[in-house]
């Protein structure tokens, strides 16, 4: 059985984020480079929800929507 107390009440985005923000910068994911040989595209972005089986339909559709738009 699992030990549910062990886990923090809160996420820290900077324990996670730490790891991967300077990996993130020398990759330019931060950076604005249309390429004018490529299709322009908009994703809209629908508003958020607040249940929990909502939201994770969302999680799961906005993470596909980065992945779209990441190179």
Known sequence: MADFDALPKHFDSTA???KWY???ER???FDSNP???G???SI???PPN????LHMGHAFQ?????ALICR
């Open 16 to 18: 996670v984020e730490g």
């Open 27 to 29: 990759e330019g994911c």
């Open 50 to 53: 607040v249940t929990g089986t």
């Open 35 to 37: 390429n004018p040989e």
């Open 62 to 66: 906005h993470t596909l929507m980065d």
């Open 39 to 41: 299709e322009n595209y």
């Open 22 to 24: 300077e990996r993130w």
């Open 44 to 46: 809209l972005l629908p």
